[in-house]
């Protein structure tokens, strides 16, 4: 399953995000504030991230 996460750099949403990861879910997210250490580590399991919340910068994560 794909999921796109919103928030995703905040401490729940970030863990959310990497327990789906470790599931076996194709896992993408975007967030006003990117930022270590929380960027670091989903980076780190392979999920991509976009900063801020415009649309139009979703299409390179294939999220629809």
């Given at each position: ?9 905040g ?46 910068s ?7």
């Amino acid at each position: 399953m794909r999921i796109h996460i919103l928030g995703i750099c905040g401490t729940f949403m970030g863990g959310l995000a990497m327990l789906a990861r470790s599931l076996g879910h194709e896992v993408t997210g975007s967030d006003a504030n990117v930022y270590p250490p929380m960027s670091t580590l989903l980076e780190k399991q392979g999920i991509d991230l976009i900063q801020g919340y415009d649309p139009a910068s979703w299409i390179r994560l294939r999220i629809w």
